[in-house]
């Protein structure tokens, strides 16, 4: 595998795992909980493997959904999927599921919807979106919720476009974090919602191109050697997989 080959972590499929972080000062940051529960969990270092260390730091799943309203407005639900390992952390950092069933009492997760609730103010969620080269401003989030069922933790959210810039553009839509601390995948299908005459492509992420310009970047060191108290280069669009929605009529 190429990733394996120049020194990164070989997970599964360019990212089939979980939300997370961005090392930060004495803690972690990264996609909604994972940035405020990685922050807490001093163990995380001592917990991780080794190939953990290296840049991507934690994967993520992620549904997708293109919603549109009755109003002509439109957003981009998302899912964000969690592994159970980091599932796991989040549990017994806030010591919910102590009886270990994989199941939440009401006062548990009301713990967990609080936890989850407030962004920091320097995470703009990891999503751009794009008209040709106008990048779209979201309005903040909206339908946040947290679940936690089999173990997995699953974090989910609208982000509605404040406005879009020409009504008769495809959407290009881009998971992704400037930083590359996390790696986001799309998993399954990308949906429509709300209207039937918008198709959907996806435009994968030219991973020898972006791990080209990463060697370029470090100039040739190990993408491993990268401790977590130095900036790594903003390469995370690079590694983003382009969601492209078209619509027969105006947006």
Same mark, same amino acid.
């Given at each position: ?72 407005? !439109?957003?981009? $639900?998302? =899912?964000?999927?969690? #592994?159970?390992?980091?599932?796991? %952390?989040?549990? @017994?950092?806030?010591?919910? /599921? ?93 949906? !429509?919602?709300? $209207?039937? =005459?918008?198709?959907? #492509?996806?435009?994968?992420?030219? %991973?020898?191109? @972006?791990?080209?310009?990463? /060697? ?36």
């Amino acid at each position: 595998m190429i990733a394996h080959a120049r020194g990164w972590p070989s997970g599964p499929d360019h990212a089939q795992v979980s939300p997370a972080a961005r090392q930060r000062d004495c803690g972690t940051r990264g996609p909604a909980v994972a940035r405020d529960m990685l922050r807490k969990l001093s163990l995380i270092p001592l917990l991780l493997p080794v190939p953990a260390l290296a840049h991507p730091h934690v994967f993520v799943q992620v549904e997708m959904a293109v919603v549109f309203d009755a109003q002509g407005g !439109v957003g981009v $639900r998302l =899912d964000w999927v969690y #592994d159970a390992y980091f599932s796991m %952390l989040v549990t @017994a950092d806030l010591g919910i /599921d102590t009886d270990g069933d994989l199941k939440l009492t009401p006062e548990e997760q009301a713990l967990l919807d609080t936890q989850i609730a407030a962004w920091p103010a320097d995470f703009d969620g990891d999503l751009e979106v794009v008209q040709g080269d106008t990048i779209l401003p979201l309005a903040s989030k909206r339908d946040h919720a947290m679940v936690y069922a089999d173990g997995i933790m699953r974090e989910t959210h609208l982000r509605p476009l404040a406005q879009v810039a020409d009504r008769a553009a495809p959407l290009m839509i881009l998971p992704y974090d400037p930083t590359y601390y996390v790696a986001y995948a799309l998993a399954g299908p990308v949906t !429509v919602e709300g $209207r039937d =005459d918008c198709t959907v #492509d996806v435009i994968p992420a030219n %991973l020898d191109a @972006a791990y080209s310009l990463v /060697d370029e970047l470090l100039y040739g060191r190990p993408a491993s050697d990268v401790g977590p108290d130095e900036d790594f280069p903003e390469v995370g669009r690079s590694f983003a997989d382009t969601v492209v929605v078209t619509c027969a009529g105006l947006l």
